[in-house]
């Protein structure tokens, strides 16, 4: 008879180990997710921010051009229009791959 709940209670303790060693894990994925989470919303926010000065660039150059901007002035600003630009589409592509981690992430849950 002791044998027997002797061996009960060490499935018990083995099955308590494992059950506990799932939920820190889980614990850990949980954390990992909210860190993404926020990584995408932050990501957002900076995409919308660029997105907007982008168009306000893009309108100032616009305007210059109908004013008869100085080549150089010129110059100047679509360099900074292209580097702009290129920050949007940085942050897009970073975007799309938190997207892409979060959707594979809400998947798992």
Do not use: C, N
């Not at 921010?49 to 305007?63: F, Q, T």
């Amino acid at each position: 008879r002791y044998d027997a709940l002797f061996e009960e209670h060490g499935a018990l303790q083995r099955k308590f180990r494992d059950l506990s060693r799932r939920v820190e894990l889980s614990d850990g994925l949980a954390e990992q997710v909210d860190a993404w989470r926020s990584a995408y919303t932050t990501s957002t926010a900076r995409m919308e921010d660029l997105s907007l000065e982008y168009a306000d660039l893009k309108e100032r150059i616009r305007g210059f051009e109908a004013a008869g901007l100085d080549p150089e002035e010129r110059s100047k600003w679509q360099r900074l229009v292209a580097q702009r630009e290129a920050e949007v589409q940085a942050t897009s592509q970073a975007l799309r791959q938190l997207q892409d981690v979060l959707e594979d992430g809400a998947g798992t849950d």
